[in-house]
């Protein structure tokens, strides 16, 4: 385990809007890959979109609409960059780098569990490095209850995984069904689910599976909530949705 100490700051004031919770809430953003033929670009978190990079963006919905935080950035490609702008930027907020050295190798489940094993909260919202999220997004959000987050339409085509639901639980996440599209967002509300999500992560078979794989392990225990969210959730990970979004 990295020591926390080089990444982590204290916030000297907290701050929310309408919907601020008190409980305090672990957010996880999976930021270890470049974009595809975005490499040049350098780390996804760190692409301009405007004035703003898609970290500031990410953050900043934070703020709207959590009171009591802490935020985890997995990085791995150019990892260093990541660390030095969080330190110049977010002195403020408590936010930390979680560094997947073997990105390549391994694939989310193992960004997963390294984060899993920098944190010992029980409330873990995970969330696409590659995701513009907005405060709405994050105000869907039921503290109380498992749940993934998803959405009708899919028009940049970015979002490959579906969700199989049964009066709004999940049923299993799956390819190439064409609806209720999966924005690669999730929330785990609990010590119980957490710790079954952890142990899923840990078997080695997993290192190189998707996280979705490990979510319909998951959901075979234990009830996870569909949210649909209204507002569609844009994502960037290749140079044809960069260019798309930068056009508008």
């Not at 907020?93 to 694939?107: D, K, Y």
Request: with cysteine; glycine share 4%.
């Amino acid at each position: 385990m990295r020591n926390h100490s080089r990444y982590i700051t204290t916030p000297r004031h907290k701050r929310g809007g309408s919907n601020t919770t008190k409980d305090f809430v672990t957010i996880v953003l999976f930021s270890e890959n470049h974009g595809y033929r975005m490499k040049s670009y350098g780390p996804v978190s760190l692409i301009k979109i405007g004035d703003r990079t898609i970290l500031e963006m990410q953050i900043d919905a934070i703020k709207a609409c959590f009171l009591n935080f802490e935020v985890i950035v997995c990085s791995g490609f150019e990892t260093q960059k990541t660390v030095n702008f969080i330190k110049e930027k977010f002195s403020e907020v408590n936010i930390r780098v979680v560094e997947n050295q073997v990105h390549f190798n391994t694939n989310c489940c193992e960004s997963a569990r390294l984060c899993l094993n920098n944190t010992n909260n029980d409330k873990i919202l995970f969330c696409s490095g590659f995701n513009l999220i907005q405060p709405e997004h994050f105000k869907k959000l039921d503290l109380s209850a498992s749940s993934i987050f998803t959405q009708k339409n899919n028009d940049d085509m970015t979002y490959e995984i579906n969700a199989i639901t049964n009066d709004g639980v999940v049923e299993q996440l799956s390819l190439g069904l064409k609806r209720n599209y999966w924005t690669e967002m999730f929330y785990l509300s609990d010590k119980d689910i957490v710790k079954s999500f952890y142990n899923t992560l840990s078997n080695p078979e997993y290192k190189n599976r998707f996280l979705f794989e490990a979510l319909n392990d998951t959901s075979k225990r234990f009830p996870i909530k569909n949210v649909r969210v209204d507002t569609p959730i844009r994502k960037i990970n290749n140079i044809k949705t960069f260019k798309r979004i930068t056009e508008l």
